[in-house]
């Protein structure tokens, strides 16, 4: 039987370690549970939030409706020829299922090492790091429908996947519960070492064939290097997604900014370091009130210990017209903001 519980605190179940009320909240940890959840006609009345890992977004206010955390749970594998599907349940923690992976020498996670976050969250969002998104090693997910109590299917074509983007933020948002994910992967590793300090960090390790382990490994201590752990110090990863440009556009900001880092971003485009951007506006490890920017990483926004969220999406507010003022580039957050 289901357990509805009231006036539930957030403040652990979102990695910024923002302290907000969910009026109602449940936990699922077997798919049938949301069937059983949504026969009753008041939960299909009232707003609701799908939580994971809580890594994705911003809590502005206390949640007047129903907070339902997907904690279904599960790893399997299957192999066929020189691939594998994997199938993971919406609840498994991401990086989990990349170590899990990288164990089982199926290639193609490895660039997407220690992204916080749930499963079930990583179509939504179209996840990626270091060159490699999650649409590459995606193959289809299982989601229930709220509307008819009833769960389909999605293929990647479904999904329409974009940069950060998904069918499950646009057309589609708040109508699907992602339950379980399949990807395919790859038992003979084709390494992507190009982005980023991948390849300059593995030769400063000395080695010159690398496994996937390496490569995780490597990805890794790079994140922890920039990124604050969020057990340590509230944050949501990157806040700002990297703006993409049209190349006329660019060609007139380098005459200005020579300097600007970027990189290729399909025929005509051109995608800009957000975190550079903002650096260069002077708000790199900059604290206003209770949060700011990491020291390390401009593109993370944290919690020093009790904002609110107000304070932090005020905050953001105030980089994104600073960088706009100075490179007439507009920033979008990455950050879902909940309660606005």
Same mark, same amino acid.
């Given at each position: ?175 699907? #519960?992602?339950?379980? $994910? ?5 038992? @003979?590793?084709?390494? /992507? &070492?190009?982005? %980023?300090?991948?390849? !300059? ?54 005459? #200005?900014?020579?300097? $600007? ?5 399909? @025929?005509?485009?051109? /995608? &800009?370091?957000? %975190?550079?951007?903002? !650096? ?61």
């Amino acid at each position: 039987m289901l357990q509805i519980q009231h006036s539930v605190s957030l403040k652990h179940f979102n990695t910024f370690g923002i302290d907000v009320n969910a009026k109602y909240f449940v936990e699922i940890n077997r798919k049938e549970e949301l069937q059983e959840l949504f026969a009753d006609p008041q939960w299909l009345q009232i707003p609701r939030l799908v939580l994971g890992g809580g890594s994705n977004m911003l809590l502005v206010n206390d949640f007047n409706g129903l907070v339902i955390r997907i904690n279904i749970r599960g790893i399997e594998h299957r192999v066929n020829g020189d691939s594998a599907i994997v199938e993971a349940g919406g609840g498994e923690v991401w990086n989990d299922l990349v170590n899990f992976c990288v164990d089982h020498n199926l290639s193609g996670m490895e660039n997407l090492s220690l992204i916080p976050g749930s499963v079930g969250a990583s179509p939504i969002q179209n996840i990626g790091a270091y060159g490699v998104e999650l649409k590459d090693v995606f193959e289809s997910c299982e989601a229930f429908e709220i509307a008819t109590n009833t769960f389909r299917n999605f293929g990647k074509s479904d999904c329409k996947f974009g940069y950060r983007d998904s069918v499950f933020k646009t057309e589609l948002k708040g109508q699907y #519960i992602i339950t379980s $994910v399949k990807f395919k992967l790859s038992l @003979e590793p084709q390494l /992507k &070492l190009t982005y %980023g300090a991948i390849s !300059e960090e593995l030769a400063n390790r000395g080695i010159n064939t690398p496994t996937i382990k390496d490569v995780s490994k490597v990805v890794s201590a790079i994140r922890v290097s920039k990124l604050p752990d969020p057990t340590t110090i509230g944050n949501a990863g990157s806040f700002f997604k990297n703006p993409v440009i049209p190349v006329e556009k660019f060609a007139l900001l380098k005459t #200005i900014h020579p300097d $600007v880092v970027n990189y290729p971003a399909g @025929e005509g485009f051109i /995608k &800009l370091a957000a %975190g550079w951007l903002i !650096e260069q506006c002077g708000w790199k490890g900059k604290v206003v009130g209770n949060t700011g920017t990491w020291k390390n990483q401009a593109l993370v926004l944290v919690n020093h210990g009790g904002a609110t969220g107000e304070e932090v999406l005020a905050f953001s507010s105030q980089i994104i017209d600073s960088v706009y003022s100075k490179f007439g580039v507009l920033l979008e957050r990455e950050v879902n903001i909940i309660g606005t």
